[in-house]
């Protein structure tokens, strides 16, 4: 996923695991708290998992890990204090960050002290097209990816009906939206309407007013689950049934918190669903066993983790170098499927899909 967001929220690290010590200190970092903490604990439930079942199987290189978390809130400027307090720690990894923004500053700081980093969910671009050395990697896919798929769902169900497209201003949001609009004109669309909005606000009558006055139709944005649920309710309350289609940080059980019955019909993009891999079975079960999220990026989170932990071992040292030459060779056997990852970073795995949100949950669209 992603994303540039100005939250002033404390860092704040915690130990994961219950061994008193470790030989191999990683860690994972994201929101864990602010309005987009669900995200975050998705992140550090796989995270605790992928640790844990490593090392019952024997640890890396036969040393035992430890998880360090960091809480960057996605926020930029917190983000990098997390990278530079990971660096000082002696983290030789990082399964992060969430937002693009947050991975984008915090990969520079990766790259100059030699930390591998991989992404679950930052799909901006600039992430892998401007990174700032060898060893960041993402084992999610790009905006672009994203928009294409939109793009094309937009033009082939809803012909002929009034677009308009809207963003946070974020790096995620507004790189994603700008990446569908692009798209979408290509292939002969023309947006009814473009508008931009302030992420973190509670009303947004003004701009529901505007979208209602337009007759608009369908709905994209480009934005958090937070913005996206307060706005699809407030179009519902003034009377409008104007489809919302947006992209995968939508996944998460508190869209529908925030939406209740109007909710109802959404649509989003999103990876082909990992919890229904039937190497991920096992996984899904323990995290549920322990009352965990299997949602959105927990399970991200966990291949990440299971990947350098791969690399690690081919290598036979967790040395930057020799573990990134494993990473740019390896194919990996993971929850998300068998993937290897490309001259970029980026990740090879199936592409985008369509979800609806029905009755309180996601699943694939298949109408």
Request: contains cysteine.
């Amino acid at each position: 996923m992603k994303k540039v967001l100005f939250a002033s929220v404390a860092l704040a690290f915690t130990m994961s695991g219950s061994a008193a010590w470790a030989d191999i200190t990683i860690a994972t970092a994201g929101p864990m708290t602010g309005q987009y903490a669900a995200f975050g604990q998705q992140m550090k439930g796989g995270a605790e998992q992928a640790v844990a079942d490593i090392n019952k199987a024997g640890g890396v290189l036969g040393q035992k890990l430890k998880l360090v978390v960091g809480d960057d809130a996605c926020d930029p400027k917190q983000a990098v204090a997390v990278a530079n307090q990971f660096a000082g720690e002696g983290v030789v990894f990082v399964a992060g960050h969430f937002c693009s923004g947050s991975s984008i500053p915090a990969s520079a700081v990766y790259a100059d002290s030699n930390i591998v980093q991989i992404s679950p969910a930052s799909t901006n671009p600039k992430f892998t097209d401007e990174r700032p050395g060898p060893g960041i990697f993402r084992v999610c896919g790009r905006d672009d990816q994203q928009g294409i798929v939109a793009a094309k769902f937009l033009m082939d169900h809803f012909k002929g009906k009034k677009i308009a497209f809207i963003n946070d201003k974020t790096a995620y949001g507004k790189g994603l939206a700008d990446a569908t609009q692009e798209n979408y004109e290509k292939l002969g669309g023309k947006p009814a309407m473009v508008e931009s909005y302030t992420a973190g606000e509670k009303d947004y009558t003004a701009l529901v007013s505007k979208l209602k006055q337009n007759n608009i139709d369908v709905l994209y944005d480009g934005g958090y689950h937070t913005e996206a649920g307060l706005i699809k309710r407030q179009m519902v309350q003034q009377g409008m049934n104007t489809v919302l289609v947006s992209g995968d940080a939508l996944v998460t059980d508190e869209y529908w918190a925030i939406t209740g019955d109007a909710g109802e019909g959404t649509l989003m993009t999103f990876s082909p669903d990992p919890r229904k891999n039937p190497e991920a079975k096992p996984v899904v079960d323990e995290l549920l066993a322990a009352g965990k999220s299997t949602e959105g990026y927990a399970l991200y989170t966990y291949a990440a983790i299971q990947i350098w932990a791969q690399a690690a071992n081919t290598a036979g040292k967790t040395d930057f170098d020799p573990v990134v030459k494993a990473l740019n060779a390896g194919t990996f056997k993971t929850v998300l499927g068998d993937l290897k990852f490309n001259d970029k970073g980026d990740v090879t795995l199936p592409g985008y899909v369509m979800y609806k949100w029905h009755n309180g949950k996601y699943d694939y669209y298949t109408n």
